[in-house]
């Protein structure tokens, strides 16, 4: 079944405390990002990857880091988490930068 | 910079009654347009998208959506609302990249609609 598979789904940690979310998708997708939601904002893009070692900052990129070592895995660390990076987060993914995105279940971050 | 609006942060609709959900954007050139729709506690699913082709463009579910060039608008209709309908619904633009950058899709901040009984 293609799918984009986010881990974990919930978390609740404490500022300052490094934490990682990782992202897969078993399309052979070349595009990969990841946004956040908030109420009343939509979704924002934090960063994006259009290919393997070819990642670049979105809307929001603050706070935020991201690699892209493999095609399938795009995960998004944040190095010093806060509380105003609570937040739901979505990884998504797509052919190319053109072709409509396949998204995540999403992951529910609470940061205290 | 491209944005989205969406008009209406809450939308109610009687079962059976038509639905429409609001989209405007500001974009230099004609870009790409998409509606996705959210179930709770799940990600985002592709309704419909609009790629230069043709304006009237049919999705799932029964929804469609109409580009308008001289509006500036990509409203989203469905014409006999149904209890599973309701969900929260995006509307988004990806613009035609500058020399060197990326397309970016940019999200509306959302349209909740509820069916009632």
């Known amino acids: 079944e293609a799918q984009v598979t986010q881990n974990p789904r919930y978390l609740i940690t404490v500022t300052g405390k490094k934490l990682t979310v990782t992202c897969s998708q078993n399309?052979?997708?070349?595009?990969m990002s990841w946004y956040r939601q908030d109420p009343g904002l939509g979704l924002r893009q934090i960063y994006y990857?259009?290919?393997?070692?070819?990642?670049d900052k979105g809307d929001v990129p603050e706070g935020y880091k991201v690699s892209r070592k493999e095609k399938r895995n795009f995960p998004l660390i944040l190095e010093s988490p806060s509380p105003n990076q609570t937040s739901l987060y979505f990884c998504?993914?797509?052919?190319?930068?053109?072709?409509?995105?396949?998204f995540g279940d999403g992951t529910r971050l609470s940061i205290l | 910079a491209q944005s989205v609006t969406q008009l209406g942060s809450h939308v109610s609709v009687s079962e059976g009654a038509l639905v429409l959900l609001r989209c405007n954007y500001s974009?230099?050139?004609?870009?790409?347009l998409f509606w996705y729709v959210q179930y709770p506690n799940q990600g985002l699913q592709l309704l419909l998208k609009?790629?230069?082709?043709?304006?009237l463009v049919k999705g799932i579910n029964g929804f469609e959506a109409e580009f308008k060039k001289s509006e500036t608008s990509f409203h989203l209709t469905k014409p006999s609302a149904h209890m599973s309908d309701a969900a929260e619904y995006f509307c988004?633009?990806?613009?035609?990249?500058?020399?060197?950058?990326?397309?970016?899709?940019?999200f509306g901040s959302g349209t909740q609609l509820t069916v009632l009984p």
């Open positions: 998504a993914s797509s052919f190319n930068q053109n072709q409509p995105q396949h």
């Open positions: 399309m052979n997708h070349e595009y």
């Open positions: 990857s259009m290919n393997v070692e070819v990642t």
């Open positions: 974009s230099s050139v004609p870009p790409y």
């Open positions: 609009y790629t230069s082709a043709a304006t």
């Open positions: 988004a633009v990806s613009d035609v990249p500058q020399r060197g950058s990326a397309r970016q899709l940019t």
